[in-house]
């Protein structure tokens, strides 16, 4: 299985009150980011089986923008296992229940995708946990084969966004206007 982790897009200042935060909609560049990731992710021909989300707004309109855009065309999957509170073991139960899937995007948040993502990345049997930042709309690409995942890519919203500029700049050649 191809695993893909994704933290949401940038939504804007986080909110003192936790029950309004939950509501907190991405901004307009982490929209922006979100239409860029998926134009890139078009340009590696990667498609997704399932999509699974946080609850909390920000993250589903991430796996929804990225996901439409990518052809997605089932229902996003929303898991607790994906919310700020849960715990490494709510996300190993939601990896055996994505078990028989080629490409999975899963939209969460930090610091628990973070630490999600380092878990997998080192044998069980050591009880360490390998740290990678992620910053928001972070996109880590794992091979789940045998033994601890191995990390394929991990594209940063910096190279997305110039990956972006480099393909949609004009063909058309640039001439003085003097």
Not at 10 to 17: F, I, V
Not at 96 to 123: K, Q, Y
Not at 160 to 169: C, E, F, G, I, P
């Amino acid at each position: 299985m191809n695993l893909f982790i994704l933290r949401h897009a940038s939504a804007g200042t986080r909110r003192a009150n936790p029950l309004l935060d939950i509501k907190r909609p991405l901004d307009k560049d982490g929209k922006r980011y979100c239409l860029q990731l998926a134009h890139v992710l078009n340009a590696l021909k990667i498609q997704f089986d399932l999509v699974v989300s946080s609850h909390l707004k920000r993250s589903l309109q991430t796996a929804s923008l990225v996901g439409t855009e990518t052809g997605y065309e089932s229902a996003i999957q929303i898991s607790k296992a994906l919310a700020p509170e849960a715990t490494l073991r709510d996300f190993q139960r939601l990896l055996h229940d994505c078990r028989g899937r080629e490409n999975v995007l899963l939209v969460g948040h930090n610091p628990n995708i973070s630490a999600f993502l380092g878990s997998l990345l080192v044998p069980a049997s050591t009880h360490a946990v390998a740290h990678v930042r992620l910053r928001k709309g972070s996109l880590a690409r794992l091979s789940m084969a045998r033994g601890p995942a191995t990390l394929q890519s991990l594209l940063d919203p910096r190279t997305v966004r110039a990956l972006y500029a480099t393909s949609t700049k004009s063909s058309r050649r640039k001439t003085s206007l003097k």
